[in-house]
């Protein structure tokens, strides 16, 4: 009996201090988004608006004539950018919408009613490159997670696993780091082993808050809150370094401090799920 009762007492103080690291994270992470966005951020942001959003149209022709583009955008463009486009690279073919004034046939009577517009669409053709055809300067990035997550990333997959969720690589996702789609969650298969770690995490909130029957899923800002607070603090209770990767990415979404802590209950729940299914006593995170 009284085996018994060291074990349920070490049980029960295992999860007191799990639940302290926890609150101890989410705290951290909501004083992040109350600061606002981080400079990484705020210069990511005002990269990207540079880039153009290409119709349907224009991204089958990107992917046509070049597979493996990943940023594209116009020769000035470019070099507003700090870059310049490699001498002798081979632009690819998109269409550009322009308008055109409607000529007035003044040799004819007056017969336009006024509803007539006085322009005209019409497209061209222009060319555009992608990043790896310009050299230059280096594009601001998302700020990343660091560390080394030692085994736990095994450990992580053997708990999708065993939720009944494979998790394969694919380098053919784009520039989502991953994603999940019910049972099933697919990662790049060129993060670092702290990006992967993280990343599965996130998608791993992602399967048991927001997918199945009765999941609560929220609005797009909702859920990237909640999977993004669940991967900060499982990879913060293991050692990586997170820096502003998590408060930049909830932000991108429009997430803040009132999101997160609207979320709060679901959030640790799931945190605390995760970790002490990759967690024990005698593994990397004995204080969790």
């Excluded at 603090?233 to 990767?245: E, F, M």
Aim: one cysteine or more.
């Amino acid at each position: 009996m009284a085996q018994q009762n060291d074990s349920t007492n070490r049980t029960a103080e295992k999860r007191r201090r799990a639940k302290s690291l926890v609150d101890g994270a989410l705290n951290d992470l909501a004083t992040a988004l109350e600061q606002g966005k981080s400079q990484t951020l705020v210069e990511y942001l005002a990269a990207m608006a540079k880039f153009h959003r290409y119709s349907f149209g224009n991204v089958l022709l990107i992917a046509a004539q070049s597979p493996d583009a990943r940023r594209v955008a116009g020769y000035r463009t470019w070099q507003q950018l700090g870059r310049q486009v490699k001498h002798g690279e081979k632009g690819i073919l998109i269409f550009a919408p322009m308008f055109l004034k409607n000529r007035t046939d003044e040799s004819s009577p007056e017969t336009s009613t006024g509803d007539e517009p006085d322009k005209q669409l019409r497209f061209r053709v222009v060319h555009v490159f992608d990043v790896s055809q310009t050299e230059g300067e280096p594009l601001p990035e998302h700020a990343t997670v660091n560390g080394n997550p030692a085994g736990l990333t095994d450990r992580l997959k053997q708990f999708a696993a065993e939720s009944g969720i494979v998790v394969e690589y694919s380098a053919n996702i784009g520039s989502a780091h991953g994603y999940s789609c019910g049972g099933q969650i697919v990662l790049r298969n060129d993060l670092s082993p702290a990006e992967t770690f993280s990343t599965l995490a996130h998608e791993l909130a992602h399967e048991f808050l927001h997918q199945g029957d009765g999941a609560v899923r929220g609005s797009k800002t909702v859920r990237e809150t909640e999977a993004e607070a669940v991967a900060f603090v499982v990879s913060h209770a293991i050692g990586l370094d997170t820096n502003t990767a998590s408060s930049d990415y909830i932000q991108l979404y429009a997430g803040d401090k009132d999101t997160l802590s609207q979320s709060l209950d679901r959030i640790q729940r799931t945190a605390s799920k995760i970790l002490a299914a990759i967690t024990d006593d005698q593994g990397a995170s004995a204080d969790v």
